[in-house]
T-cell receptor, first 110, second 112 residues
Framework: GQNIDQPTEMTATEGAIVQINCTYQ??????LFWYQQHAGEAPTFLSY????GLEEKGRFSSFLSRSKGYSYLLLKELQMKDSASYLC???????????FGTGTRLLVSP | KAGVTQTPRYLIKTRGQQVTLSCSPI?????VSWYQQTPGQGLQFLFE???????NKGNFPGRFSGRQFSNSRSEMNVSTLELGDSALYLC???????????FGPGTRLLVL
């Protein structure tokens, strides 16, 4: 089976740093994605990791450890507009079938 | 470059009816995937099309079907609608050789 776990909800304050964790157990692995989804909107692509290590893109970074089945998304210098759900997804077989976690709702307060 | 477009954006149907949703991928993208998003189950994969062929299918009943046209536009159809089919239906497109999928705004379906 396929299983992806991430915390349901997190809170943080403006300007802070937050780390959203994701663990996965899938039948195969062809990459891990992070998407941001504001309420009522479509998911927006944030990052893609297929090799171990850290990928940095502006205020957002994503880390992957394939041996541990673990990833995290790091958001720095939080802004109010970062309040959204963050979805962790794995591609098990490279056939464009993403398996999603249930998402982490992040609330950024002033 | 225009993003993924989906029509209609909102739809209200009654139980037993059928519905057809449309998706136009980003220009040059030939792979189109469909997902269902509900509060309880999150995002779940329905199927994926490439070059008018269904390459992968999720665990949904046969009432859910789809197709892709030669211009890469895709449609999905749900027949004999049930209350539980109320959801946001998202389509995503990608290049064949790349993994990253880009989502459209979705069609919000309400079944009464």
């Amino acid at each position: 089976g396929q299983n992806i776990d991430q915390p349901t909800e997190m809170t943080a304050t403006e300007g802070a740093i937050v780390q959203i964790n994701c663990t996965y157990q899938t039948s195969g692995f062809n990459g891990l994605f992070w998407y941001q989804q504001h309420a009522g909107e479509a998911p927006t692509f944030l990052s893609y990791n297929v090799l171990d290590g850290l990928e940095e893109k502006g205020r957002f970074s994503s880390f992957l450890s394939r041996s541990k089945g673990y990833s995290y998304l790091l958001l720095k210098e939080l802004q109010m507009k970062d309040s959204a759900s963050y979805l962790c997804a794995v591609s098990p077989d490279g056939y464009k079938k993403l398996v999603f976690g249930t998402g982490t709702r992040l609330l950024v307060s002033p | 470059k225009a993003g993924v477009t989906q029509t209609p954006r909102y739809l209200i149907k009654t139980r037993g009816q059928q519905v057809t949703l449309s998706c136009s991928p980003i220009s040059g993208h030939r792979s189109v995937s469909w997902y269902q998003q509900t509060p309880g189950q999150g995002l779940q994969f329905l199927f994926e099309y490439f070059s008018e062929t269904q390459r992968n299918k999720g665990n949904f009943p046969g009432r859910f079907s789809g197709r892709q046209f030669s211009n890469s536009r895709s449609e999905m159809n749900v027949s004999t609608l049930e209350l539980g089919d109320s959801a946001l239906y998202l389509c995503a497109s990608s290049f064949r050789a790349e993994e990253t999928q880009y989502f459209g705004p979705g069609t919000r379906l309400l079944v009464l």
